[in-house]
């Protein structure tokens, strides 16, 4: 199975019994209940999956505003969900992708191996006019996935400061150029990053442009399956450079770290230095 998954094959499976366990990745807040919002529409055979709360720490300026979760409390949400070693688990969110994006990449960090997005997201699946429902959702079953992080996947604050090769910010243009910034605490990026704005991946309505416009993207900005395995890439906080992550191993530019704490842990240092301005190319 691709990382891709379409509302089609979805619903397929689910017609057919096929074993698996699908998250509904919402992210709640203190004005925002995602288990609400799950309980009154959801795709058939769906569980809850708060990603606030399963997949990020405690936000702060010393680990950013969405830092890396707490491995035994993740361990909690997976045998919750029922984890299983030998059922793929698929990701939706509401159609952005962003929280679906955080999901796959949390996950395959955390040890499993067999994880998938659904293209488009709960959106995606309406415009399809495919069945819904509402209520809690699936139960689970009994889990044997255990939490077990891939280390080598993660860029730190000091591998950020101290690396040489290619970085690449995914945020939008304006906030890498430093035009607009409604989120952290100063306006810029991190010298010496190249801008991939995660939204060029996508359509306007948020499905995923195909393998070869992907590619296109990262080319023209120089990025190559070859410079690209000691890369870092980051965002604010680690939604969009995780949705950005999910699509570049999708057409084989691998290798890359994640620098989970992103603009938002780093602009939170004042002796930290700011770039601004456009740079959307490598010098090459």
């Known amino acids: 199975m691709s990382i891709l998954v379409s509302p089609q094959a979805l619903n397929e499976a689910i017609h057919q019994g096929q074993r698996y366990t699908l998250l509904a990745s919402l992210w709640g807040t203190s004005e925002y209940d995602g288990e609400q919002q799950f309980q009154s529409l959801h795709i058939p055979t769906a569980q809850y999956c708060d990603t606030a709360g399963a997949l990020a720490g405690l936000p702060g300026s010393r680990d950013g505003r969405n830092p890396m979760p707490d491995p035994k409390l993740l361990q909690k949400h997976f045998d919750n969900w029922g984890l299983r070693r030998d059922r793929p688990v698929i990701v939706y969110d509401e159609g952005r992708g962003l929280f679906a994006g955080r999901t796959w990449w949390i996950l395959r960090w955390a040890g499993v191996k067999n994880v998938h997005i659904l293209d488009g997201g709960m959106a ?52 890498f150029a430093g035009r607009r910034e409604n989120l952290d605490l100063k306006a810029g990026h991190i010298p010496g990053a190249v801008n991939v704005p995660e939204r060029n991946l996508h359509h306007p309505d948020r499905t995923w442009k195909t393998k070869e416009e992907i590619l296109e993207v990262f080319n023209q900005a120089g990025i190559t399956a ?46 930290n230095p700011v770039e601004r301005g456009d740079r959307t190319a490598l010098n090459v």
């Open 124 to 175: 995606n699946w309406r415009r399809n006019k495919l069945p819904t429902l509402t209520g809690p959702g699936n139960i689970s079953v009994e889990s044997d996935q255990v939490v077990n992080p891939q280390h080598h996947m993660v860029a730190n604050f000091n591998d950020v400061k101290n690396h040489s090769g290619l970085l690449i910010d995914t945020r939008e243009a304006n906030r």
């Open 226 to 271: 070859d410079n690209v395995k000691d890369a870092i890439v980051y965002s604010g906080s680690g939604n969009h450079s995780a949705l950005a992550l999910a699509a570049m191993e999708w057409v084989g530019l691998t290798g890359a770290r994640h620098y989970v704490g992103g603009w938002s842990q780093w602009s939170a240092d004042p002796s």
